[in-house]
């Protein structure tokens, strides 16, 4: 009896939908922009100025050129003033972003009810079965291209695919007002040559694994077995076996429930500086807007948790007059709480994001003119 390597069959992959992902291009700058013409060309940064807050704050996005500069979202405000001293700081106006943000969703919406949003500035759309009965997803993407422009006179950029992986990692491709297609015949070229660092949900801790295993491409992690992956980064090992392999099933998800959400995370070594207390709030705030997009939820008050080295637990929450569930703006107002009540002197063990106060996406204010516009 011969004995010899068990082989296993590859995934195979379903090519039959039609995914196109939106992403508005620096989306809240560029409203900025739009409301303010006289911007036009200079480097717009949305974030407080440093000057304001004793340079503390975080970058929510800026727009092409202040990125020119090394500007980009998530850097600190001081770091943001030092490389573009000129740039213009203006503080987030999510009330603004909202509005627009719902003007863009009604344009999806003549198109598909199958919408899945990330955040204000992107979503998923499932064009499969579209309410116009159009059979090219790529000519869906620039119909709804030139129709967001004529509504709100802002751009944005489409990736087209079988798949909501491929179709987010095209519409970066062709940044600002592209529109890329990756149709199944060419989806496996695209992900094989694509850097490791560019593949959607990669950190950089992942990518920095990878590259200790040679690993700096989709070429190079095709070529890694199913248990090898497995072994090194788990549930992700798992999911990048298929993905490089052009699989990715999961569905354009519309609805789900509940009251209210909170992430957390306790720290085998303590927090001790800015830089990784910014990192964590945003990767909380992150996981709270998915659990949010998940419910079809979105709430008004925003709470801090933090729990210091010696176990002192501190609490501090902000009620909006508006709902939010978008992780750019959790971020903002968590790091905004941080900056008012955090103390790294203690060192920090534990930081929790939590939405309260929330209802269903369909239930949204309604404002009573209760005064006349002279009052």
């Given at each position: 009896?011969?004995?010899?390597?068990?082989?296993?069959?590859?995934?195979?992959?379903?090519?039959?939908?039609?995914?196109?992902?939106?992403?508005?291009?620096?989306?809240?700058?560029?409203?900025?922009?739009?409301?303010?013409?006289?911007?036009?060309?200079?480097?717009?940064?949305?974030?407080?100025?440093?000057?304001?807050?004793?340079?503390?704050?975080?970058?929510?996005?800026?727009?092409?050129?202040?990125?020119?500069?090394?500007?980009?979202?998530?850097?600190?405000?001081?770091?943001?003033?030092?490389?573009?001293?000129?740039?213009?700081?203006?503080?987030?106006?999510?009330?603004?972003?909202?509005?627009?943000?719902?003007?863009?969703?009604?344009?999806?919406?003549?198109?598909?009810?199958?919408?899945?949003?990330?955040?204000?500035?992107?979503?998923?759309?499932?064009?499969?079965?579209?309410?116009?009965?159009?059979?090219?997803?790529?000519?869906?993407?620039?119909?709804?291209?030139?129709?967001?422009?004529?509504?709100?006179?802002?751009?944005?950029?489409?990736?087209?695919?079988?798949?909501?992986?491929?179709?987010?990692?095209?519409?970066?491709?062709?940044?600002?007002?592209?529109?890329?297609?990756?149709?199944?015949?060419?989806?496996?070229?695209?992900?094989?040559?694509?850097?490791?660092?560019?593949?959607?949900?990669?950190?950089?801790?992942?990518?920095?694994?990878?590259?200790?295993?040679?690993?700096?491409?989709?070429?190079?992690?095709?070529?890694?077995?199913?248990?090898?992956?497995?072994?090194?980064?788990?549930?992700?090992?798992?999911?990048?076996?298929?993905k490089v392999r052009g699989i990715d099933d999961s569905p354009v998800r519309v609805s789900r429930e509940r009251k209210s959400v909170g992430r957390e995370n306790t720290y085998r070594r303590n927090l001790t500086t800015e830089n990784e207390v910014t990192a964590?709030?945003?990767?909380?705030?992150?996981?709270?807007?998915?659990?949010?997009?998940?419910?079809?939820?979105?709430?008004?008050?925003?709470?801090?948790?933090?729990?210091?080295?010696?176990?002192?637990?501190?609490?501090?929450?902000?009620?909006?007059?508006?709902?939010?569930?978008?992780?750019?703006?959790?971020?903002?107002?968590?790091?905004?709480?941080?900056?008012?009540?955090?103390?790294?002197?203690?060192?920090?063990?534990?930081?929790?994001?939590?939405?309260?106060?929330?209802?269903?996406?369909?239930?949204?204010?309604?404002?009573?003119?209760?005064?006349?516009?002279?009052?």
């Amino acid at each position: 009896m011969e004995f010899g390597v068990v082989q296993f069959d590859e995934p195979v992959r379903d090519t039959s939908r039609k995914i196109i992902h939106i992403d508005m291009d620096a989306f809240f700058a560029s409203v900025e922009e739009r409301e303010h013409p006289e911007l036009k060309g200079q480097p717009i940064i949305i974030a407080n100025h440093p000057k304001l807050t004793n340079g503390k704050g975080v970058v929510a996005t800026a727009n092409y050129v202040a990125r020119t500069y090394g500007v980009h979202s998530a850097m600190s405000a001081q770091k943001a003033y030092e490389l573009c001293p000129k740039g213009v700081f203006i503080p987030g106006n999510y009330e603004l972003y909202r509005e627009v943000s719902k003007k863009v969703r009604e344009v999806f919406k003549q198109y598909t009810d199958t919408i899945e949003p990330l955040s204000l500035d992107e979503a998923y759309l499932d064009v499969t079965e579209n309410k116009k009965g159009i059979k090219s997803a790529t000519h869906i993407a620039y119909a709804i291209q030139k129709e967001v422009w004529e509504s709100v006179h802002l751009t944005c950029s489409a990736g087209v695919s079988y798949n909501k992986f491929i179709a987010k990692l095209a519409s970066d491709y062709k940044k600002p007002a592209g529109v890329t297609v990756i149709p199944p015949e060419e989806a496996l070229d695209f992900l094989r040559k694509l850097p490791i660092e560019k593949y959607y949900g990669v950190g950089k801790k992942t990518v920095e694994r990878m590259h200790e295993l040679n690993v700096f491409n989709g070429e190079d992690l095709y070529q890694m077995n199913e248990m090898e992956l497995i072994h090194s980064f788990g549930k992700m090992g798992y999911s990048l076996y298929r993905k490089v392999r052009g699989i990715d099933d999961s569905p354009v998800r519309v609805s789900r429930e509940r009251k209210s959400v909170g992430r957390e995370n306790t720290y085998r070594r303590n927090l001790t500086t800015e830089n990784e207390v910014t990192a964590e709030l945003r990767f909380l705030a992150r996981k709270v807007e998915r659990s949010l997009l998940k419910e079809q939820k979105h709430g008004k008050t925003v709470v801090l948790k933090i729990r210091y080295s010696d176990f002192e637990t501190v609490t501090k929450r902000l009620t909006l007059p508006h709902y939010l569930r978008d992780a750019e703006e959790l971020f903002f107002h968590t790091q905004n709480i941080w900056d008012e009540i955090g103390n790294l002197q203690k060192g920090v063990r534990l930081l929790g994001i939590t939405v309260t106060t929330l209802d269903p996406l369909s239930f949204e204010n309604i404002v009573l003119p209760l005064w006349d516009n002279e009052h």
